[in-house]
């Protein structure tokens, strides 16, 4: 077993000011993968990282608690993980689930990509990559997510700002044979927008579509034949066994409908998927029995 308290306090000590105001976010799965228990703690840095609280949280990841902490700081009074909370942004990062170690040489090799800060990985091949940054506001960040994990074959799902990551240091609970996520030190730069190629703050750029982080493999574009309501319920079911807030998913999902569609379809829409998916998810079905 690695030395948690080395890893994880270390990695909150240079991710964050002893003052910010930071999630960690605890999550406990059953049997089937679907998480049956969550516990949010927003807090200072210097708090979470105390050898009280990450002794807490060793004890938490021994009972089958995954760890998690926020990518960005919050607003001082926050009591929650949203957008709006968020102070400012300091971490882009992509969560990269399939050809790990080909992405990492692929952004790598771009000749106009700084290295990114860490390298933390999360399960066996995959890996998230993250750069320190500044001077970003939030929609400047998430364009130039959407437009990196379209670059880079990322995972379109996760280029929120408000995102957690694993904390490195503790068991990754979803297997039977241990994994302790691992965390490597890249590149010590803090990266301006300028940094970055210019290419990926464009808003028009074109996109892989939405859908992929609903649906992979579908090509829906609204006039697909993908049933886009299916689409978006398998998308909310997904998610919420991830542990995303509800909110957050029915936000997520009218703000796609916006991006594809130029309109919600309605304003409870994303709210009523949501609730639909968590009555498939009390029926203990396979979403792709009932869907």
């Known amino acids: 077993m690695p030395d948690y308290k080395q890893i994880a306090g270390q990695y909150i000590r240079d ?3 002893p003052v910010d105001r930071i999630s960690i976010l605890l999550l406990h799965r059953d049997a089937d993968g679907e998480v049956d228990a969550r516990e949010q703690r927003i807090m200072s840095a210097a708090a979470a990282g105390s050898d009280n609280f990450l002794r807490y949280l060793a004890h938490m990841n021994a009972t089958n608690y995954d760890v998690y902490v926020g990518a960005n700081p919050l607003k001082p009074g926050a009591d929650g993980r949203t957008k709006a909370d968020v102070l400012e942004v300091r971490r882009v ?3 990269v689930d399939k050809d790990a170690t080909a992405v990492l040489a692929k952004i790598q090799e771009h000749p106009a990509m700084e290295p990114p800060a860490y390298k933390i990985e999360s399960s066996p091949g995959k890996y998230q ?7 970003f ?3 400047q960040a998430e364009t130039l997510l959407r437009n990196m994990t379209r670059e880079f074959g990322a995972d379109i799902a996760r280029v929120d700002v408000s995102s957690v990551l694993r904390l490195p240091g ?3 609970c979803k297997y039977r044979t241990p994994h302790y996520v691992t965390v490597e030190r890249l590149n010590e730069s803090i990266l301006a927008p300028e940094r970055f190629p210019s290419e990926f703050f464009d808003i ?3 996109q892989i579509p939405l859908e992929r982080a609903y649906a992979p493999g579908s090509s829906g574009n609204g006039n697909s034949g993908v049933d886009q309501n299916r689409e978006d319920a398998r998308y909310a079911i997904r998610n919420l066994r991830r542990g995303m ?4 998913v029915a936000r997520r999902i009218d703000e796609y409908r916006l991006v594809v569609g130029g309109k919600r379809k309605g304003p409870n829409y994303g709210r009523d998927t ?4 968590r009555r498939v998810m009390s029926q203990d079905h396979k979403p792709e029995r009932v869907l």
């Open 245 to 248: 807030p509800d909110d957050e």
């Open 170 to 172: 503790f068991r990754n």
């Open 204 to 206: 028009d750029r074109p």
């Open 137 to 139: 506001n939030p929609a």
């Open 15 to 17: 991710s964050f000011l």
């Open 274 to 277: 949501v609730s639909f998916a």
């Open 129 to 135: 990559v993250i750069w320190n940054v500044k001077d």
């Open 93 to 95: 990062f992509l969560d």
